[in-house]
C-alpha cells in the first residue's frame, strides 16, 4: 500500500508552504510547472488518474536539470539553485510512496526552507518557515506516538539553548558564490545607465531599497532627502551615461556633523546611497570607498542586507572643479540646435542662461508621467517641443544636456528622492519607486543642486513618489503643480496604512536585530564582555561539556554490551596468537574456561573476564568492579605469558 | 527451590543408572511445561526413567500401553450407560492424569496417535460434543521405538512437534550394567521413592522459568541458528519460528536448574540437540535429526 502525501496534511501544508515560498522567487515556467505537477499528484491519490512512474519523474528530472543548466550555465547562484530545487521538489512529491520517499521529500524541504532564509531574513517569510520547519519534524515523528506536537515542543524548548549559543556565538559564513543572485535575475535594479526609460522602469516597482534613520539630521521633509547613487557624466543627449569617478581625497579633519544609518537591501551591486553632504560613510563590514561628486562605494557587492553609518555635514559644500568633460554633449541639432544658439547670441551671463534653462522647463506645458512614450538616445527636439512628455530622467538629462550646451558645467545624478516615512518605526522607507535623476551645475564657484522636476511636477516631491503614483493620471495632470494640494484619504485606508506601518516596523527591527548580530556585533559584543582569558576558558569548558556528553552520548547505552565484548575480544586475540583460538561454535565462557584450564596463572582474571561478561552481555547488569581496571590487569597478566 | 529439583535428579538417577544428562533434561522439559519423547531401543530403561520421574514429582501419573488395536475411547474416555440413572455418563480415560506415560507411542494406529497429540497440545479433549478439561500441569511423556523396527506408525512431523524435546537413552554401558546387575531389581527401588515436590511447587517453579531473561546477544544467538537451519546447504528441514520459541523455553528450563535467572548460549547448547533434534530429523527419523542438530551447532557461530 503506498504512502498517500496528500492525506497527511501537516506533511503536505508545510511542503507547499515551503515551495510556494520558493515559488515567488522564480522565473514562472518551473513554478506553473511544479504546482501543475502537485495538481497531479493530488488527481492521483483524489481522484484515481495516472501517476506519473518513476521512470518519467526520473527522466522529468534530468530535463530539468539540462533546462536549468542551459538557461543558467551554471547551478551556482539563487535563481538556477532554486528553479533546479522546485522542480525537483515537486517531482519527488510526485514520486512520494514509501518512507524513504518521507525522508527524501523533507530533507528536500528543509532545504528549501534553508535557503529561502539564506536569500531573506524578511519577517514576513520567518513566519511561514518556522510553521514548515514545526510540520516537517511533526511529520517524522512517529505516527502512533501520542502527544506528537507536545514531544515536539519539548524537543524546541530544550534546543533553545544551544540555538541561543549557535545565534550568539557561531562564525558567520558568507560565501560570496552562494549568495550571488545568478546573471539573469529578472528583478529590476539600482543601474547608472540612464538610458530613458530606465528610471521610469525602475519607478514601477515596489521593492524596497534600503530603509534609513535620519533623526539626527537636520533634515525633516521628504522633499529634502535627495539619495545619491551614482553621478552621469557622459551625455548623448536625452540619455546619459557614466564617467570614470575618480577617487575622493582623504580629508585630514574630519568636519562635525550628525549620523544617520541606513539598512541597505542586497543588490549584488557596490553603490551605497547618501544624502547630498554625506561627508563619510563606515560599513559595518568591509570597507568603503569614496568617490569624488560625492559618492560612496562598498569594495565589495553586497549580497546581505548591510548597515552603513553616515556622516552627514549640514554646510557640506562640493567645489571640485569642473573638467573638460564636464562640457561634452553631441552634436545638437533642428530646433535645439536653434533655442541653444539664441540663448547664447541673447544671454551672455552664466546666470541669465541658468534662468532661461528655468523658464524652459518651467513654464512650456511640460507633463511628468511614468509613460511618456518611448524616445531614441538623443531625440532633446521630440521632448523639448514636440511631445513634452517625460519622467524626472528626460528632464534630467534634458537639462544637463541643454546646461552643457550653454557652457555651463553639469552633470546628472541618479538616486533616490523622498521615501516613505514610518512614524511607528520612526525610520524611512525607500523603494525603487523613490528612483529619481536631477542635476548638479557648476554656478558660482560650486556645485548646485537642480531638480527639473520641481518645476514640472513640484507635487511629486512634497507628497512623495508613493503617494503621487497611486494618483490617476487626471489627477497626477491637473495638480502636479499644486503643492497645496493633498489627496483625499478615507480614513479605512489611513488604517490599513498604520496597519503597513506597524508591520514593515516590525520587520525592520526583526532585520535589524538579526543584523545588528551579525559578524561586526557578535565579535565586539564578545570582545566587551569577556578578555581574551576568559574567553578561552569558557570556550574551554564548554567544548569540555559538549565533548563529554558527546562521548556519553555515543557510548552510552552500548556500554554494556560493547565493553565486555570488547574484552572479549581482545582474549580472543590474545588466544588467537597463542594458538588456543575460540571455536565459532564455542560460547564465550565457555571458551574462557578452556583457557582457564589452559593457563592456570590467567585463570583469576579470566575469571574475572567472564563474570565482567556474564554480567554485561547475558545478565544486562552493569558490571559492579571497574571494567578499566580489568582491561588493565588483563593486558599486564597477558603480556607475561 | 532448585535444590529440590536437584535432589529430584540424583534420586532419579540411583534408580537409573549413568543417565544423568538424561534424567536432568526431562527434568529441564517439564519444567519448561513440555512433552517430552523417549526415542529407543526397547529395554535400555525408559520405562523406568519416567515411572521414576511420574514418583519423585508427585504428579498423579498413568501409563498407557499403545499397540495396533487401541483406540481413541481407550485413551480418553468414552460415554458409558448407566442404567439405575437412564442415562449416558463419561468415564475419564487413562489420560485424565498429570503425567501420563505413553509408551510405545508409535505402535498405535495414527488415528489414536492423533487422539493423543489432540489433547497433547489444547490441554483438553472433546468427547461427542463436550469438552472436557484435562488435569493441570498436563505432561506426556511419550516413548517409541526406532521407527525402522516392524510394526511402527511413524509420527507425522506436524505431530512430532507438539513434543518439546526428543531423547536417546542409549545402551548402558559395560560397567553401569555390571553394577545394575548386581544391583537391587529397579523395580523395587522405585517403591521406596517418595515424591520431592509439591503440586505448588512445581507450580510456582514454572512461572520462575517464564521469567528467565533473554539478553540480545542470546536471542540474536537463537535467531542465527534458525536463520541458518534455512540455508540451502543444510541437510535437515528448516527450524520454524515455534521451534525457537520451544528453544528459548527449553533453554530458559535449563538456566533455572542452573540457578540462573538469565540465558548464557551454553544453556541453549545444552537444550539445542534434544529440543530440534526430532524436528529436523524429518522422514530420515530422529536419530538422523540429532546428527543435523550437532552438525548445525557446530557451525552457527556464537555472538560475542
Same mark, same amino acid.
Given at each position: 500500500?503506498?504512502?498517500p ?13 515551503a515551495?510556494?515560498?520558493?515559488a ?28 506519473l ?18 538557461e ?24 512520494y ?10 530533507m ?12 531573506? $531574513? ?6 511561514p ?8 519534524w ?23 539553548p ?24 529578472? /528583478? ?9 526609460g ?103 557587492? $553586497? ?23 564636464? $562640457? ?23 546666470? /541669465? ?11 512650456t506645458?511640460?507633463?511628468?508621467? $511614468?509613460?511618456?512614450g ?14 513634452k ?6 528632464f ?50 560650486q ?7 520641481r ?32 489627496? #483625499?484619504?478615507?480614513?479605512d ?28 556585533? #557578535? ?18 569548558i ?18 554494556s ?8 575480544q581482545?582474549?580472543e ?17 565457555t571458551?574462557?574456561k ?9 585463570s583469576?582474571?579470566?575469571d ?9 552481555s547475558?545478565?544486562?547488569?552493569p ?15 597477558a603480556?607475561?605469558? | ?8 535428579i ?12 538424561e534424567?536432568?533434561l ?57 442404567? #439405575? ?14 503425567l ?11 488415528r ?58 542409549h545402551?548402558?554401558?559395560?560397567n ?8 537391587q ?26 521469567e528467565?531473561?533473554v539478553s540480545s ?9 534458525l ?65 543435523w ?12
Open positions: 500500500m503506498d504512502k502525501f496528500f492525506s497527511q496534511k501537516v506533511l503536505a501544508l508545510s511542503f507547499l508552504m515551495m510556494s515560498m520558493v515567488v522567487e522564480v522565473v514562472s515556467w518551473v513554478s506553473i510547472f511544479s504546482f501543475a505537477v502537485l495538481l497531479w499528484k493530488f488527481g492521483s491519490e483524489r481522484w484515481g488518474w495516472k501517476p512512474g518513476r521512470r518519467t519523474t526520473g527522466v522529468l528530472s534530468v530535463l530539468l536539470l539540462l533546462q536549468v543548466l542551459f543558467y550555465r551554471t547551478l551556482v547562484g539563487q535563481e538556477p539553485a532554486y528553479t533546479f530545487l522546485l522542480g525537483l521538489s515537486a517531482l519527488r512529491v510526485m514520486d510512496r514509501n518512507e524513504r520517499d518521507h525522508r527524501f521529500l523533507v528536500l524541504g528543509f532545504v528549501l526552507i534553508s535557503v529561502k532564509a539564506l536569500f531573506n $531574513l524578511d519577517i514576513y517569510w520567518v513566519l518557515s518556522i510553521f514548515s520547519f514545526f510540520g516537517f511533526f511529520s517524522l515523528l512517529p505516527q502512533g506516538l501520542p502527544g506528537r506536537g507536545r514531544f515536539l515542543f519539548r524537543i524546541f524548548l530544550l534546543s533553545l544551544l540555538m541561543a549559543v549557535l545565534f550568539f556565538a557561531f562564525p558567520r559564513v558568507v560565501m560570496p558564490w552562494a549568495m550571488s543572485r545568478g546573471s539573469t535575475y529578472g /528583478e529590476i535594479g539600482f543601474s547608472d545607465q540612464m538610458n530613458p530606465k528610471v521610469a522602469e525602475l519607478a514601477g516597482s515596489t521593492v524596497m531599497v534600503f530603509r534609513a534613520r535620519i533623526d539626527d539630521t537636520p533634515l525633516k521633509t521628504s522633499e529634502e532627502l535627495y539619495w545619491r547613487g551614482s553621478v552621469l557624466g557622459n551625455s548623448r543627449g536625452l540619455s546619459w551615461r557614466p564617467q570614470r569617478t575618480n577617487l575622493k581625497a582623504v580629508k585630514e579633519d574630519v568636519p562635525k556633523g550628525s549620523f544617520y544609518e541606513v539598512a541597505l537591501e542586497p543588490t549584488s551591486q557596490n553603490y551605497l546611497f547618501t544624502l547630498n553632504g554625506t561627508e563619510n560613510v563606515e560599513l559595518e563590514t568591509g570597507s568603503v570607498i569614496p568617490l569624488q561628486s560625492g559618492l560612496f562605494r562598498a569594495t565589495r557587492p $553586497l549580497f546581505n542586507t548591510t548597515v552603513y553609518r553616515a556622516l552627514f555635514n549640514p554646510n557640506y559644500i562640493d567645489q571640485e572643479l569642473p573638467t573638460e568633460s564636464d $562640457l561634452q554633449i553631441p552634436t545638437l541639432s533642428g530646433r535645439v540646435a536653434e533655442w541653444v544658439e539664441r540663448i547664447k547670441r541673447e544671454y551672455p551671463k552664466p546666470e /541669465e542662461r541658468v534662468e532661461e534653462l528655468k523658464n524652459l522647463f518651467a513654464e506645458g511640460f507633463f511628468y508621467t $511614468l509613460n511618456p518611448v524616445y531614441s538616445a538623443n531625440d532633446l527636439e521630440e521632448f523639448l517641443f514636440d511631445r512628455r517625460g519622467f524626472c530622467e528626460h534630467a538629462g534634458a537639462y544637463g544636456t541643454l546646461a552643457r550646451a550653454l557652457e555651463i558645467p553639469a552633470r546628472v545624478v541618479v538616486g533616490y528622492q523622498g521615501g516613505l516615512y514610518n512614524p511607528w518605526g520612526d525610520f524611512w522607507k525607500v523603494a525603487h519607486k523613490d528612483a529619481h535623476a536631477w542635476v548638479e551645475i557648476f554656478h558660482n564657484g556645485w548646485m543642486q537642480i531638480d527639473p522636476t518645476w514640472v511636477a513640484p507635487l511629486r516631491l512634497v507628497i512623495g513618489a508613493t503617494s503621487f503614483f497611486a494618483l490617476s493620471e487626471e489627477d497626477q495632470r491637473a495638480f502636479a503643480r499644486d503643492i497645496s494640494w493633498k489627496p #483625499q484619504v478615507s480614513s485606508l489611513l488604517l490599513w496604512d498604520q496597519m503597513t506601518f506597524w508591520i514593515d516596523d516590525l520587520n525592520y527591527r526583526w532585520t535589524y536585530f538579526l543584523i545588528d548580530f551579525d559578524r561586526s556585533a #557578535q565579535k565586539s559584543l564578545l570582545q566587551e564582555v569577556l578578555n581574551d582569558k576568559t574567553r578561552f576558558l569558557i570556550f574551554a564548554v567544548g569540555a561539556i559538549l565533548l563529554t556528553l558527546l562521548v556519553r552520548f555515543l557510548s552510552f547505552g552500548r556500554e554490551t560493547s565493553e565486555s565484548k570488547r574484552l572479549l581482545m582474549v586475540a590474545w588466544g588467537k596468537k597463542h594458538h588456543v583460538p575460540r571455536n565459532v561454535s564455542e560460547p564465550p565462557l571458551y574462557l578452556r583457557l582457564e584450564d589452559k593457563y592456570p596463572n590467567l583469576q582474571v579470566l574475572d573476564i567472564g563474570r565482567h561478561y556474564d554480567q554485561q547475558y545478565r544486562q547488569t558490571y559492579l568492579g571497574d571494567s578499566k581496571k580489568l582491561e588493565q590487569l588483563w593486558k599486564t597478566e603480556s607475561k605469558v | 527451590m532448585k535444590e529440590k529439583f536437584h535432589d529430584l540424583s534420586q532419579a538417577s540411583q534408580v537409573v543408572l549413568d543417565k544423568d544428562t534424567i536432568r526431562a527434568m529441564t522439559c517439564l519444567l519448561a511445561g513440555g512433552h517430552l519423547l523417549i526415542e529407543d531401543l526397547p529395554g535400555v530403561g525408559k520405562t523406568t526413567l519416567v515411572q521414576a520421574l511420574g514418583k519423585l514429582t508427585g504428579l498423579r501419573t498413568t501409563r498407557i500401553q499403545f499397540t495396533i488395536d487401541l483406540l481413541p475411547a481407550d485413551v480418553l474416555g468414552g460415554q458409558v450407560y448407566h442404567p #439405575q440413572d437412564q442415562k449416558f455418563v463419561f468415564h475419564q480415560g487413562p489420560l485424565f492424569s498429570q501420563v506415560m505413553a509408551d510405545e507411542l508409535n505402535r498405535a494406529s495414527p489414536t496417535q492423533s487422539a493423543l497429540l489432540q489433547a497433547m497440545e489444547e490441554g483438553e479433549i472433546s468427547v461427542d460434543g463436550v469438552t472436557w478439561k484435562l488435569p493441570k500441569p498436563f505432561y506426556v511423556i511419550a516413548t517409541q521405538n526406532p521407527h525402522q523396527q516392524t510394526g511402527t506408525f511413524p509420527l507425522p512431523e506436524s505431530q512430532l512437534d507438539r513434543f518439546l524435546m526428543s531423547l536417546e537413552l545402551h548402558a554401558s559395560k553401569t550394567e555390571i553394577k545394575i546387575f548386581q544391583g531389581d529397579p523395580r523395587q527401588l522405585m517403591q521406596n521413592l517418595k515424591p520431592v515436590l509439591t503440586e505448588a511447587e512445581i507450580t510456582k517453579a514454572l512461572q520462575s522459568v517464564d528467565v531473561k546477544v542470546v536471542a540474536s544467538y537463537i535467531g542465527e541458528l536463520e541458518r537451519s534455512r540455508r540451502s546447504g543444510f541437510s535437515g528441514q528448516s527450524l520454524s519460528t515455534r521451534a525457537g520459541m520451544a528453544l528459548v523455553r527449553a533453554s530458559k528450563a535449563w538456566a533455572y536448574l542452573e540457578g540462573r535467572d538469565y540465558l548464557r548460549a551454553e544453556d541453549v547448547q545444552a537444550v539445542l540437540i534434544p529440543v530440534i533434534g526430532h524436528r529436523i530429523g524429518g522422514n530420515h527419523g530422529i536419530k538422523k535429526g540429532r546428527e542438530a550437532l552438525v548445525l551447532k557446530n557451525e552457527t557461530p556464537v555472538p560475542l
